[in-house]
């Protein structure tokens, strides 16, 4: 389920826009990895070449969605430099996915609601993107989720949803493990024990605002029948972009900076990981370059 764009707001600030930094950086990042794909074709190296393109996608549509956001609101511009790594490929694409996410990253706590959620989107496709290979990434690991002591009543029913995200993605990593060979144990293990935190972290805080959590249900219906460990991986693919669109609900209609890191966290770490079992299942893009933001 996506995230609905706000209302339009119309009032007026003449302060400069937080996101055109941010637009300016994402165009000339897919100009650089689009640089990077054509030489790297040139010198014969094929893989490289189809990394850089999705970066160039990726954050081409970062500066789509980002540049429509600014010109809505129609603020003065801010001033920033556009940050140029030295040298040039992979390693210089790896060094503008980590300062891209940085930058998103910062703006989350003070956005508005719509525009919150659209920073977090770009932030987690930097962090998918860096997943793609050691050459781009890996990036930082958001850690665990901390639950919060309260939680405002406008965001108990999207935590609401994250929590049947959850509760769905610990079934779905339950039946998988029968599909996949013994290699995968730890990437199961892992994600299992991520979603377990979390599902019990919605628990504590739905209990804490006086709400009762939904249950799990009995079982699940998978997008397509799970028989062999491709369809396995992409099932457990899907239940992550189910909990990062769900976690990406959470953070766009609360304005609780508390409440919207632990939000970002989830978000991150299922961006993260959705990339990978994406990957493994042959999937493309195995990067999703935006998550909780509708097409437009």
Known sequence: MAVPLAACRTGYSDEPDPLAPLAGQAAADAAAADAAAANALATGSSAEAALARQVATARGEHARVLQAEVDRLNRPSATAPVITPDGGGLSALKQRLATAREQAERLVPGSDGYRAGLVAAVAAGCAGLQQLDDRLGPGADPG????????????????????????????????????????????????????????????????????????????????????????AKSVVATAESDTAVAWAGVLARTDDTALRAVALTALLGSARRGTRWRQAAGESPAAVALIGVPAG
């Open 144 to 231: 665990a989720v901390t639950p919060v002591g309260s939680v405002p009543e406008e965001a108990i029913g999207p935590l609401q949803q994250a929590l049947d995200a959850e509760h769905a993605a610990v079934w779905v990593y339950g039946l998988v493990s029968a599909f996949l060979p013994a290699n995968y144990g730890p990437g199961v293990a892992d994600g299992a024990n991520e979603h377990h935190d979390r599902r019990d972290a919605c628990v504590r805080m739905l209990d804490a605002a006086g709400a009762t959590p939904n249950g799990p249900q009995p079982a699940y219906v998978t997008p397509k029948p799970v028989t062999d460990a491709t369809s």
